[in-house]
C-alpha cells in the first residue's frame, strides 16, 4: 500500500510539474505574440508619421508651388535616411503636356537639356526632385538668354495645376515610394 501511495505522489508531482512547464511555454508564447504585435504597431505609426507629410499632396488639385515644396521636402527627406538602413528612396514624377507658356523646355531652349525619366504619346515625364532643381536654381551661365527663361520657367510652372495620379507604397514598411503628377 506504501508504494501504491508513493507511485500516486510521484504520479500527481509529474503531472503538476507537466502542468506548470505548460503554463510557463504557453505564458512565454502569449509574451513573444505580444511583443511581436507591439512591434508591428510601432512601425504601422512610424509608416503613419512617414506618410502624413505626403498624404497632403495626394489631391485632384496641387498648384506648382506645393510641387516645389514637395521637391524640396522628399530631397530633405532622401538625405535624411539611408538606403544601407532598409530605407526606399521617395521617387516623384511631373508630367507636363505641351503648353503654350512652357513649350516644352527642350523644344524652345536647345541649351537647356533636362533629364527625361519616361516619355509617352506626346507627354514628357521628368523626376520632380531634378526639375524643381534646375528650374529654381539655375546653372551658371554667362547666357542671359538661359538664366532669364530658367526663371520665366520657374513662375510659369509655380502657376500651373496638376493632379496626383499614382502613389506606389513600399510593401516592407508602408511608407509611400513614389508619386506621380500630371499636368
Do not use: H, W
Not at 119 to 136: A, M, P, R, V
Not at 138 to 160: C, H, M, R
Request: a neutral charge; charged letters at 30%.
Amino acid at each position: 500500500m506504501e508504494n501504491a501511495t508513493y507511485a500516486l505522489r510521484i504520479a500527481g508531482g509529474v503531472l503538476i510539474a507537466i502542468m506548470i512547464v505548460s503554463l510557463m511555454v504557453f505564458g512565454f508564447s502569449k509574451v513573444k505574440n505580444y511583443k511581436k504585435q507591439e512591434e508591428i504597431s510601432k512601425k504601422d505609426v512610424q509608416s503613419a508619421e512617414f506618410n502624413k507629410e505626403f498624404q497632403s499632396y495626394n489631391k485632384r488639385v496641387v498648384t506648382g508651388y506645393e510641387l516645389i515644396s514637395l521637391a524640396n521636402y522628399t530631397n530633405d527627406i532622401n538625405n535624411r535616411y539611408s538606403e544601407d538602413e532598409g530605407y526606399t528612396k521617395v521617387k516623384a514624377y511631373v508630367t507636363l503636356e505641351k503648353d503654350n507658356r512652357l513649350k516644352y523646355i527642350s523644344d524652345d531652349y536647345k541649351e537647356m537639356d533636362y533629364p527625361i525619366a519616361k516619355q509617352s504619346k506626346g507627354e514628357k515625364t521628368y523626376n520632380l526632385i531634378e526639375y524643381i532643381e534646375n528650374i529654381t536654381n539655375p546653372p551658371e551661365s554667362n547666357d542671359s538668354k538661359i538664366k532669364k527663361s530658367e526663371s520665366e520657367i520657374a513662375l510659369i510652372f509655380k502657376q500651373l495645376y496638376f493632379e496626383c495620379s499614382y502613389v506606389k507604397y513600399d510593401s516592407n514598411s508602408g511608407r509611400i515610394c513614389e508619386l506621380d503628377y500630371k499636368q
